[in-house]
């Protein structure tokens, strides 16, 4: 019965998903990212910083294409509390963009890169978010419905990364010793904080939000 009705919401919100293929992760959000023109220079700074970490995960095969329902069911799968999985499909896809030799000594300093390169994507979004909170009264209700969007997209998208270097280490080890896989250890825990950072920022988005609906609420 917990199946079923976990599978009817799904399609419920897959149908919902695909009327607005740009829909943020947030089911309450009233407005989506980009869809209206950002007006200050934190607003466009994270317009700037999650369009750059979409392209660049993409163009490294570590997510594919944007999809509303591969969006909906990664939010569905999130709300039933399951923790991604190994992407293998993902792997083979970012093996295959990046042109990976997973048994070779070079593909573990190219991996190294991209995983810098997505830790500190992650950081420049955290950042940009920090800052556009510390505006204040000067934000609107709409103003952080679109953060709170993009916050939650730029979350989603680095967990899928994440599972796709989870799964690109777990085949490193049947051909390279723990000792060369060493600097992998340390990005890819920096990755992890920054995705919880991501996390943190959401959430405080979220409480601004209903705190902006009902001042009352601290």
Do not use: K
Not at 91 to 103: G, H, M, R
Not at 113 to 134: C, K, N
Not at 186 to 195: C, G, S, Y
């Amino acid at each position: 019965m917990i199946a079923f009705r976990r599978a009817l919401l799904a399609i419920c919100f897959c149908s919902l998903a695909s009327a607005c293929a740009s829909a943020p992760i947030s089911v309450a959000a009233s407005s989506f990212p980009g869809s209206r023109t950002a007006s200050t220079p934190a607003q466009l700074e994270l317009e700037r910083a999650t369009d750059a970490f979409t392209s660049a995960l993409e163009t490294r095969g570590l997510i594919r294409e944007a999809s509303s329902v591969d969006t909906a069911m990664r939010w569905m799968n999130q709300l039933a509390g399951q923790d991604a999985e190994t992407d293998t499909s993902g792997l083979a896809l970012y093996v295959e963009t990046a042109e990976l030799d997973l048994t070779t000594l070079p593909a573990i300093n190219r991996i190294a890169i991209h995983l810098v390169e997505t830790w500190q994507g992650a950081a420049s979004i955290d950042a940009a978010s920090r800052v556009l909170m510390s505006e204040g009264a000067g934000l609107s209700r709409s103003d952080v419905t679109d953060a709170l969007g993009a916050v939650e997209t730029a979350m989603a998208n680095a967990q899928t990364a994440q599972s796709v270097f989870e799964a690109a280490m777990l085949e490193l080890t049947t051909h390279h010793d723990a000792e060369a896989l060493s600097s992998l250890r340390i990005e890819r825990d920096l990755l992890a904080l920054r995705v919880n950072d991501l996390r943190d920022r959401a959430d405080e988005l979220a409480a601004l939000r209903r705190q902006m609906r009902n001042p009352a609420i601290s």
